[in-house]
């Protein structure tokens, strides 16, 4: 593990420290389940029926579309949260093997969707700026996936009746999940390096489950936008190496330096607090980008129920808009940097806290993605 100490004296003892991390967000899960309800079976109105019937195309305020939206909800985990996105002080190593919760938080002002803070310029920020008043709706939780239930924490389908359940009527809703269900997978160690990860077919069922909830909830004329899990396999070429600021206190003596984000992700393995061990403990590069294509797969699931539910008249009889942001991998001739799904991570883009959610940065990054890179239309 490589660690860097500012007082040379006191170098050899904090190397023999075991270093701990735990996010919240990265709980252990139970194994991937692919048992689901298969989609019914659909009915299909024509692309031209269901675009005269519906209002003009939705977009933000200074999009260059132009719809004005005054209630808006999201639907997602940590990354919507704005998790560890404040990582303006350092990783207090002191604190981390008892009281983790005292150094990892949820930021919901610097989330990309839900933010107030200007440096993200959020979704919620840029519809504001047109409708004062806008009402917002976080639905989104720290740790949740979109196929499992796992520690009590809402899943793509739940989240969707809890959004129901609230009584709100949101004409413009954002879902952005899947990272979890690939962080909270152990690391495989057979010859297939996705083996561990939830099939694409059970992706494909738990993301039907929940539009279909979305379909039957929200009101005649109403948008669901599903953004495209990012590719959490590029992290770890962006931050492997980047060294993040630490202090700790050895024999009640404070100790400032810095360890590289590797080492700090074994060392929280080995205390058993994994950040996302499927791909931050695989050292084989050729490995990480198998599970890279597993989580394109899954985005090209995804995208294909998106626009399925949105010209299926018996699955969505209320006419809601289902968009998505995903038009394929690069490597299968997607442009870059025009989707999440598709973005590229910097040494910026990422919080030096944990070395993995998105900084302020990152934040702000995506929502200008969404904002105005992405194209919504099939």
Known sequence: MAVMISNP???????????????????????????????????????????????SDPTLPGA????????????????????????????????LAHSPEQVFEDAPALSW?????????????????????????????????????HAGLPNFEQQARDLAAKGVAPDMVYVL??????????????????????SVD????????????????????????VVSMPRVDRLYDAAAELQVPMRDVVSGVEVNGSIACKGLW???????????????LEPTASRRAAIGARIDAYNDAVAAEVRAFDVDTTRNPNGVRFESDWHGSVERGGAADASVGTLGFGASHISRRDCFHPSIEGQRRIAETVAERARWTP
């Not at 069922?205 to 929940?210: D, E, K, M, S």
């Open 9 to 55: 004296a006191l170098r050899a003892t904090v190397l023999g420290l075991g270093l701990g991390l735990g996010l919240a967000a990265c709980a252990a899960p139970p194994p991937a389940d692919d048992d689901a309800t298969e989609s019914q079976a659909s009915t299909r109105r024509a692309p031209d029926e269901s675009a005269s019937s519906r209002p």
């Open 64 to 95: 260059g579309e132009g719809r004005t939206v005054r209630s808006l909800a999201n639907l997602g985990d940590s990354i919507s949260q704005g998790f560890d996105a404040d990582d303006s002080e350092p990783i207090d190593l002191s604190l």
């Open 113 to 149: 969707v839900q933010g107030s803070d200007p440096r993200v310029r959020s979704l919620a920020s840029r519809h504001k700026a047109a409708v004062p008043d806008l009402v917002v709706t976080p639905v989104s939780r720290t740790g949740a996936e979109l196929v499992s239930t």
């Open 177 to 198: 999940l899947g990272g979890n269900d690939v962080c909270h997978r152990p690391r495989s160690t057979s010859a297939d390096p996705t083996s561990t990860l939830y």
């Open 202 to 225: 059970a992706f494909r069922r738990a993301a039907a489950a929940g539009l279909t909830v979305l379909a039957e909830k929200l009101p005649r004329g109403a948008t669901v936008r």
């Open 266 to 280: 074994s060392a929280a393995a080995r205390v058993g607090q994994p950040i996302c061990p499927a791909v931050t």
